[in-house]
């Protein structure tokens, strides 16, 4: 289900963010925390997680409430981003992380408590079926996992993927490193990352409306191949 996997993803990057204000610089634990948050925090946070309830939810413009749904973090990173720029220049990159980790753990919590009333009340909603009990139930989603793992497909979709944001991730953790080495200040970066995440808020929501458009497939090649 949804909240369990999104509970743990905002245990996991709290924990992270407080991992990374403790490093004592050394590069290979740099790497591995990064390597974490590429491979498990993404996949337990982002939009695979939560953007089942959407789908759940919405029947027309499916495709525009996803785009919105996962607009969020580059609207936070639009608002955060000279806010905490500032902080860490006056506080320290290591309170930042103390500053993340705080921020994802309340209102990571928060949004976990959201989805689970959402759920609740679509689960009283709905008529019990006197056909499926748990012990069938589990042998389905069972034998769904055991299909699932088996499938060619599904690892080629995760590989593809897996590789697809490793770039990015880098990119983004890297970007207002790369910034001030061409000299320009902490705001000016801070500024111009806001200017990037307006842009992905731009392309979001136009790959929202054509998803309510196009085909499917048509709109993610054209994405991943930009």
């Not at 946070?45 to 959407?54: E, L, N």
């Not at 991730?169 to 490193?177: C, D, E």
């Not at 500024?191 to 998803?211: K, N």
């Amino acid at each position: 289900g949804v909240r369990p996997v999104a509970l743990f993803g905002v245990g996991a990057a709290a924990s992270i963010c407080m991992l990374l204000s403790m490093m004592t610089g050394a590069f290979w634990m740099f790497m591995t925390l990064v390597t974490l948050q590429i491979f498990f925090i993404a996949s337990t946070t982002g939009p695979v997680v939560y953007s089942r309830q959407i789908a759940e939810s919405f029947q027309r413009a499916r495709g525009l409430a996803l785009s919105i749904a996962v607009c969020a973090p580059s609207l936070v990173a639009v608002i955060l981003v000279p806010v905490l720029s500032s902080y860490i220049e006056e506080h320290g990159w290591r309170a930042g992380y103390r500053g993340l980790a705080l921020g994802t753990l309340v209102f990571g919590l928060l949004a976990v408590w959201l989805v689970q009333n959402v759920g609740t009340r679509k689960n009283a909603a709905d008529v019990p079926s006197a056909t499926h009990t748990p012990e069938t139930q589990a042998d389905a989603d069972s034998s769904d996992w055991r299909e699932l793992l088996r499938s060619r497909a599904i690892w080629t979709i995760v590989a593809g993927m897996a590789l697809c944001s490793l770039s990015l991730s880098f990119q983004t953790t890297q970007l207002t490193v790369a910034i001030q080495a061409l000299g320009l200040s902490a705001a000016s970066a801070s500024s111009l990352i806001a200017v990037y995440a307006m842009g992905v808020i731009a392309g979001r929501i136009g790959s929202g409306i054509a998803l309510d458009i196009l085909p499917t497939r048509l709109v993610a090649f054209v994405a991943l191949a930009l």
